[in-house]
């Protein structure tokens, strides 16, 4: 598959604005998003790109900026490498748990070490959401609790939680390229007690969980709450993520109205991770 290379250029270029854009752009299929020196790099399958879809968004925007923007095909193949050498830097957290490709080998002594070829899936703990996942797994007591990594992207939540004890654990994204890539960083791991599955909520029911880790975006979360919540064992957690502090309110009231109780929350410039429990 090829992919559509947009840049935005933005006034003013303020993490505010990339961070609202990126997650608007991830509305209408946009994968895989790189900080540029002037607003954002932005990534696309070819076939879903659509340059009218780009300029509705654009003139919608919420926030008071100048976003112009251009754009050009490229091949899998050479993103993928120059994302692992050049974008994807190893990355630590609480100095317990280092995430880094196969381009790098970083010394250290830690707790955890999870090796992520990134490919174009979502979720290498670079940014905000997947990073407040990853201190509340290293944070919770995950040993023989079932879990479930919704919309798992490269699935390192799924891998870490797995590492801290989690048996068994399902990781499950819609998007083809994510799960092939998921499947593809557990073997990397040798871990062999997850279960990759290609699709979304509709396979849940089968199977009860004891903690659900879904970062994804507020509106999918709203839809999926109640599904959620069926497969949750009693005493169990829901974390989520992929959406604002000013989006609290909602996902709480979505959560109340399916039996879930709202413990608290996390947040990392503006975005959060907030904790429920059945």
């Known amino acids: 598959m090829r992919y559509v290379e947009v840049n935005f250029i933005c006034n003013p270029d303020s993490e505010t604005i990339t961070d609202v854009l990126a997650a608007q752009l991830s509305d209408i299929g946009f ?23 780009v300029d509705t968004l654009l003139q919608n925007f919420p926030l008071d900026a100048g976003i112009s ?10 993103w993928n490498e120059e994302w692992e050498k050049h974008y994807f830097q190893p990355i630590v957290f609480e100095n317990k748990c280092i995430i880094h490709s196969s381009f790098h080998q970083p010394g250290g002594d830690y707790n955890y070490r999870i090796l992520i070829d990134p490919k174009m899936a979502f979720g290498t703990g ?11 797994i290293l944070s919770m007591d995950l040993q ?12 390192v939540l799924a891998i870490l ?13 819609i998007d083809e390229w994510a799960y092939q890539n998921a499947l593809e960083n ?23 969980f004891d903690v659900i880790f879904a970062n994804i975006n507020r509106n999918i979360l709203l839809q999926d709450i109640p599904a959620y919540a069926k ?26 109205q399916n039996g879930l109780a709202y413990r608290d929350f996390s947040e990392r410039e503006n975005w959060v991770a907030v904790v429920c429990e059945k």
């Open 31 to 53: 994968e895989s998003f790189v900080k540029s020196n002037q607003g954002l790099q932005a990534y696309v399958p070819e076939p879903t790109f659509v340059a009218e879809g």
């Open 69 to 78: 923007y251009s754009f050009k095909t490229i091949e899998d193949e050479n």
């Open 126 to 136: 670079h940014h905000q959401t997947t990073g407040l996942i990853l201190k509340e």
């Open 144 to 155: 023989h609790k079932s879990v479930l990594d919704m919309g798992c992207g490269t699935a």
């Open 161 to 173: 939680a797995s590492m801290r004890g989690a048996d068994p654990v399902v990781a499950i994204d």
């Open 186 to 208: 557990v073997h990397l791991n040798n871990i062999s007690n997850i279960s990759v599955i290609h699709g979304d909520s509709g396979l849940l029911g089968a199977d009860m």
């Open 231 to 256: 497969v949750l064992n009693p005493g169990g957690k829901l974390v989520m993520s992929g959406f604002y502090r000013e989006d609290i309110p909602m996902i709480r009231e979505k959560s109340v």
